[in-house]
């Protein structure tokens, strides 16, 4: 069996260092002062990569509701479980933003670290889209199977160009910051409305517009 990382990479580890550039607004001037406060609940003697593997277990919660409430993606869940998706991947997102924090509050960032890191979030990018789709009741078609492809590209190519480049770059809109939001914030109004709402056409949400537009 091959290594995970071949012996002649190892020296290159050595060289690394992580360095990121977030454009995102929300980031900025909503979740930066909520992440700083975030962080501090983390004992000092916690590792960094502990703290990407609880937040990641909360998609695999998330994904162990769903199977066993909607394991075909066009089941209608109980409410609670609605709002369970939207708690745990929040969770996942907050944990996923505040690793790094921790990592260079304990003196332990390192490249392995951050391999960690893009690990847990390359799995769990595809299950959050599986969630999704089974909120919006999309069922086992090939809207999911796009869904899934294209947040996986968008990953690919964000790793790709961080290879290159040898900075991460997160633009105004991301999955990790937007996305996640975004994603809470369906969930959860998928809890108060019911997955019937993804079905609900745009002109019975605004009866102004004609019909025949």
């Not at 992440?35 to 501090?40: F, T």
């Not at 998330?62 to 998706?85: D, G, H, K, S």
């Not at 900075?167 to 109004?189: D, H, K, M, Q, R």
């Amino acid at each position: 069996m091959a290594p995970y990382i071949p012996q002649n990479y190892l020296p290159n580890l050595k060289k690394y260092k992580y360095q990121a550039i977030d454009k995102s607004l929300i980031s900025r001037y909503v979740l930066a002062e909520y992440w700083n406060q975030l962080v501090k609940v983390f004992p000092l003697t916690m590792a960094a990569n502990m703290v990407t593997l609880l937040g990641s277990v909360h998609v695999l919660i998330a994904m162990a509701l769903n199977q066993i409430y909607a394991p075909n993606l066009v089941e209608t869940c109980p409410r609670w479980v609605y709002f369970a998706y939207s708690l745990c991947v929040w969770i996942y997102g907050s944990f996923d933003a505040v690793d790094g924090k921790q990592a260079r509050r304990t003196g332990t960032a390192s490249p392995l670290g951050e391999l960690f890191d893009h690990g847990c979030d390359s799995l769990v990018v595809s299950l959050v889209m599986v969630l999704f789709a089974s909120t919006a009741q999309l069922g086992e078609t090939w809207w999911t199977v796009a869904l899934v492809f294209f947040a996986l590209t968008n990953f690919y190519m964000s790793t790709m160009e961080e290879y290159h480049t040898h900075v991460l770059f997160l633009g105004y809109f991301s999955g990790p910051v937007e996305g996640i939001l975004a994603f809470s914030l369906s969930t959860l109004a998928t809890g108060f409305l019911g997955p019937q709402f993804w079905a609900t056409s745009v002109y019975d949400l605004v009866p102004a517009i004609p019909a025949s537009l």
